[in-house]
């Protein structure tokens, strides 16, 4: 929905409407929210058990625009669009994708209805902190740092990681162990890869504490 509006409007110029025309930024995000909740109503319709909503309302330095706009523009419209598809089917879960810091609005999604939470990056984000809050509430799809690691790391790096993630994320259930973004082609990508498989089999019976390297 907010992508929707900067691809549109692109993200300069949308960025300064919010200061200077909020009428026309908010019809624009109602027109992206109906063309997005459309699509979802129609996937919800046929059967889907999840839905994956996304829009990369942060940066890794925090929101895009003061919390205080994110409350009035896009949680709303989150929630009118969340609840319109739990009408058609109420055990609809809700998965939701945004880079950057997001541990400033995760009490509004979770307030909203978002079961789970993509990628969590773990160069942004407390995720212990975020686990010890939220492990009950709101599951963790993600986490193995792509930036760094799983493009630039060595084998031993990677295996490292992805017990790290799991040991933080895992124990209690609610974590979807993934990469947090696609993995660069790089020389040690095919390595790293099969390295993060091999570890996520080692490392599956958690908890972390009984594991050893």
Known sequence: MWEGAWYLRGLENLLVDLGSDMDFVEDLLDHTMRHSLALSKEL?????????????????????????????????????????????????????????KVEWALDDLVEIGVNIINPLQPDANDTAAVKKRYGKKLAVWGNVDTRTVMSKGTVSDVVEEVRR???????????????????????????????????????RDYPIATISS
Request: with cysteine; proline share 4%.
């Open 44 to 100: 919800v319709g046929k059967g889907i058990d999840i839905l994956f909503w996304g829009d990369d309302f942060s940066i890794e330095s925090g929101p895009l625009m003061r919390p205080e706009l994110f409350r009035r523009l896009l949680k709303p419209r989150y929630a009118r669009a969340f609840e319109e598809c739990r009408r058609i089917d109420r055990d609809l879960k809700v998965a939701f994708h945004c880079d950057g």
């Open 165 to 203: 993630v799991v040991g933080t994320l895992s124990p209690g259930g609610g974590h979807l162990l993934c990469s947090n973004h696609r993995v660069q082609t790089t020389a040690r990508a095919m390595d790293n890869i099969l390295a993060y498989y091999w570890a996520a089999e080692k490392f």
